[in-house]
């Protein structure tokens, strides 16, 4: 399952990077950073987090980690590696590539962290009333000596 998972958020930026006409890896200038980029480079990793937790259930948001870096490798090998690059532009520099890549990344699991938000309805501590056995006993099983908010033992009411 987490193989899917992570496929599917791999083919999310793919398709991302594909809709929007933005190749993170590429450099043109100034013009490089439009809108379109910056959607790319936050929103597409985050919404591909999202899907990937939602899949993968609880453990989702680490493995939304891999499925922006699996896109952006690939993207920057074949770009380096006799890729076609259009004229007027440069391959980003490996140092600038890496700043891109942790970008994408922790925005992807951020999004990891909100899809588990969803398929777990809650974040944080479980209530202890879920948890602790002592406080999962039935009203007529209540503890001896255990008295409620207002000092009462249980089942007793006051006249």
């Known amino acids: ?6 496929m599917a958020g791999a083919l999310v930026v793919y398709l991302g990077d594909m ?28 919404i591909a987090g999202i899907l990937v937790s939602y899949i993968y259930g609880l453990g ?12 952006r490798v690939a993207s920057f ?4 590696n006799g890729g076609v690059v259009p004229p007027g532009t440069d391959v980003l520099p490996m140092s600038f590539w890496l700043l891109v890549v942790i970008i994408s990344v922790e925005f992807a699991a951020f999004g990891g962290v909100i899809g588990e938000i969803l398929v777990k309805k809650t974040y944080g501590r479980t ?13 007529e099983d209540e503890l001896p000596g255990a008295v409620d908010d207002a000092g009462h033992k249980p089942g007793t009411v006051e006249k």
Do not use: C, R
Not at 1 to 6: G, I, L, P, R, T
């Open 1 to 6: 399952m987490a193989f899917v998972a992570v």
């Open 19 to 46: 809709a929007l006409g933005v190749n993170l890896e590429l450099y043109y200038g100034v013009a490089t950073f439009s809108p379109l980029w910056v959607l790319d480079l936050f929103l597409v990793p985050f």
């Open 60 to 71: 989702g948001k680490i493995l939304a980690h891999l499925s922006p870096l699996v896109v």
């Open 77 to 80: 090998y074949g770009l380096s």
């Open 127 to 139: 209530a202890k009333e879920l948890l602790h056995k002592k406080y999962q006993l039935a009203e």
